[in-house]
């Protein structure tokens, strides 16, 4: 399967964006799907991740600010990022898995192995 992000951009403190994850090649909607982040020098990390139900587990980083949902219908992950920080600032990636995780374990990149190439967003104050 392939997954291409979209939606980044830049924006200021406090804003919102809209990023969007079209996957394709598969023949029904991964079990899970979700997003990451990465700045320079740092490692990846859970942003947000819905299974195939609509289950779903948020980094403490965005919990309360960032609203993950898919279109299991269009295979289409999006993330809704409202009261935008300076320090939302990275490359967002999209993520899947057709494989179950366990709770503990589905914030960690190291278990997909499926990923888009990214999209960068950048807050400004």
């Known amino acids: 399967g392939q997954l291409v992000e979209s939606g980044g951009g830049s924006v200021q403190a406090g804003g919102s964006l809209r990023l969007s994850c079209a996957a394709s090649?598969?023949?029904?909607?991964?079990?899970?799907m979700g997003w990451f982040r990465q700045v320079p020098g740092k490692e990846r990390e859970g942003v947000a991740i819905i299974a195939r139900d609509g289950h779903t587990i948020y980094g403490d980083a965005v919990k309360g600010r960032f609203t993950v949902s898919r279109d299991n219908t269009k295979n289409t992950l999006y993330l809704e990022m409202g009261s935008l920080k300076q320090e939302d600032t990275a490359m967002y990636y999209c993520?899947?898995?057709?494989?179950?995780?366990?709770?503990?374990?589905?914030?960690?990149?190291?278990?997909?192995?499926?990923w888009g190439q990214g999209t960068q967003v950048t807050v400004s104050s």
């Open positions: 993520a899947a898995s057709v494989m179950w995780i366990d709770w503990n374990n589905r914030l960690s990149p190291a278990n997909y192995k499926i």
């Open positions: 090649g598969y023949t029904s909607s991964p079990y899970l």
